[in-house]
C-alpha cells in the first residue's frame, strides 16, 4: 500500500515560515513527480508547487513565486515546501502527492497525474 505523509504544519504568524515534508516508508519518491496542492475551507484543490521526477523542472502558483521553494532531499526520500512570509491566505489543508508525469522533466499542475496522496498537513496563519 503506497502512503504517503505530510508533516510540518501548524500555527504561525503572518510573515513567518514553516517547512512542510512529504515522505513515503514504502516507496522511493524520485521516481516521482511530486506535488504539493491546498484546500482552503470552502474553495477547491489548487495546485502550489510541483517538481519533476529529476528535479529538473520546478512550478509554483502564482501566489506562491517568492516566497515557497519545493525541493527534494532522495537521500532522506523526502520532498519539502519551504513556506516564507506567509499570509493569512495561504490557510489550508495541504496536501503532497506523486504520480508519474509523461516526462520526468515535467510535473502536473492538476490533480490529474497524481496517483498517491496524503491525509494533509494544516497550515494556519494567523495573529
Known amino acids: 500500500h503506497v502512503q504517503l505523509v505530510e508533516s510540518g504544519g501548524g500555527l504561525v504568524q503572518p510573515g513567518g515560515s514553516l517547512r512542510l515534508s512529504c515522505t513515503a516508508s514504502e516507496f522511493a519518491l524520485d521516481v516521482y513527480a511530486i506535488g504539493w496542492f491546498r484546500q482552503a475551507p470552502g474553495k477547491g484543490r489548487e495546485a502550489v508547487s510541483c517538481?519533476?521526477?529529476?528535479?529538473?523542472?520546478?512550478y509554483y502558483a502564482d501566489s506562491a513565486k517568492g516566497r515557497f521553494t519545493i525541493s527534494r532531499d532522495s537521500a532522506e526520500n523526502t520532498v519539502y515546501l519551504q513556506m516564507n512570509s506567509l499570509k493569512p491566505e495561504d490557510t489550508a489543508v495541504y496536501y503532497c502527492?506523486?504520480?508519474?508525469?509523461?516526462?520526468?522533466?515535467?510535473?502536473?499542475?492538476?490533480?490529474?497525474?497524481?496517483?498517491?496522496w496524503g491525509q494533509g498537513t494544516q497550515v494556519t496563519v494567523s495573529s
Open positions: 502527492a506523486a504520480g508519474f508525469a509523461y516526462s520526468e522533466s515535467y510535473c502536473g499542475t492538476t490533480e490529474h497525474p497524481y496517483d498517491y
Open positions: 517538481i519533476s521526477s529529476n528535479d529538473i523542472s520546478t
